[in-house]
Structure formats: C-alpha cells, structure tokens
C-alpha cells in the first residue's frame, strides 16, 4: 500500500526541523492546468490531450466523473483501483520533484517498477486523500517498492513518449483486444499447379483422377444434360 499523502508531508515537517532550508511543500492545491510536454513540440489546444505508452488509463483522467468511468468500464482499472477511494478524488500539483514507483500497463496486467522514476515539479496528480496516481495517464504511484514486477519493464524515457492522436489500443490500452478479440478465417490451399514449390508436410492433397476417369465423368456429364434438354423439350411439347 502506497504511503499516505500526510505522512509524506509529515515526513516533510520532520526532516525540516534539523536545520538548513526548508524543504519545497510537495503539493500545492488547486492543481494549476497540465504542464506542456518537452517530448512533443506541438501546439494543443485546451481539450487536446496526450496518449502515453503504457498508461493504465489511456489519454488520463481529467475528473473525478472520468475516473470513476474508468473503473466502471475496464475490468483492469477496476482491479487496480480497487482500493482507491472513489468519494474523496482531488487533484493536486506536484510542489517539488519526488522519486516514486510507478504501476504500468502490458497486455499480460498492470506491473510495478522495480526502481523509483523522478516525477518533476508541476506534474498533476489525482489523490483520494491517500493513495496517488498520475493524471496524465492514470498509472498510480508509491514510495514503497510493490509487487508484481516484470522482467521486461519499460525505462522512464519509453513511460514518456507520448502521442496527440490515441494508437489503435496497442500498448496504451491492450485489454481492448482481449475484450474484443480479432476473428479470422485461414486460408488453406486447395490446388498446387505443377512445378510449383513442394507440397507442406501439414497438407494432404488428393490426386488428379487419370486420364480415363476424366474421360467417363464428362462422357456421363453429356449425357445428363441431353436427358435434362430433352424432358424440357417434351414438356414444352404438351402444354
């Protein structure tokens, strides 16, 4: 369980008073609007949001009404926030820069990093008055090392690139192809003309009737299309 919002600031208050300068609040609230990202250089509008790689939510959470849909529609959020309390959400700025673990998304679940990233001053988070996430992609936060981890982690510079136009639900949202699996149909050859290449050992193909088989089929053929010809013929005849 990531530690608390007061005990992080208590612990603030107790290493300022040994002396020195006092250390910067590490939140300040109202949070002020979203900083601009240094990864992309492009100018967004108000609404334009960003879709990181990675992101529990994909393109964030602006409000709590967000959040809470979130939850509601993936089952992978709803897990992870499972014991983010729902009634309390508020966002805070980051006041200084802090080391945290970080959670993130792969298609196999949401895993933790094994070492903390640096967060900046600024940064928007999203609290319940004890728990921490990043609203810019809904992955939460913790200062105490949690489980599970995974071997194939990504590194911060991959957890902020980001995109201004939402990827077709690859690494930004992989439960999308769970939920909605792609069906397709193969497609098995039936005929290998000759001289091509060899025949696949996981395919059985039947051989080409011989010469005077081919010559009975059509011979039978002929003569059932000239009874069909003629019972027509003869039926047009009586009426």
Not at 111 to 131: A, I, K, Q, Y
Not at 139 to 161: D, K, T, Y
Request: aromatic content about 10%.
């Amino acid at each position: 369980m990531a530690t608390g919002i007061f005990g992080m600031v208590l612990l603030s208050a107790v290493s300022s008073g040994g002396g020195g300068a006092e250390p910067l609040p590490l939140f300040s609230t109202p949070a002020p609007p979203r900083p601009s990202n240094s990864v992309l250089s492009v100018n967004t509008s108000a609404n334009l949001r960003f879709f990181y790689q990675y992101s529990v939510i994909p393109g964030g959470i602006q409000s709590g009404d967000e959040l809470r849909e979130a939850v509601a529609d993936d089952p992978v959020v709803a897990d992870h926030y499972s014991d983010f309390g729902m009634k309390h959400v508020n966002f805070v700025t980051l006041g200084r820069d802090q080391a945290f673990y970080v959670s993130y998304r792969l298609p196999s679940g949401v895993f933790w990093t094994s070492r903390p990233m640096l967060l900046h001053r600024g940064e928007t988070l999203v609290t319940d008055g004890f728990n921490l996430a990043r609203v810019r992609c809904g992955n939460r936060l913790s200062e105490v090392p949690l489980l599970p981890v995974s071997p194939v982690a990504p590194s911060a510079e991959e957890m902020n690139v980001a995109s201004v136009v939402r990827a077709p639900q690859g690494v930004l949202h992989p439960a999308h192809f769970f939920r909605h699996p792609i069906a397709f149909i193969p497609i098995i050859p039936f005929f290998v003309p000759p001289g091509g290449s060899p025949t696949p050992t996981f395919f059985s193909f039947a051989p080409l009737p011989a010469p005077d088989v081919l010559v009975t089929i059509v011979f039978c053929s002929l003569i059932l299309l000239l009874r069909f010809a003629l019972r027509r013929r003869m039926r047009s005849t009586r009426s």
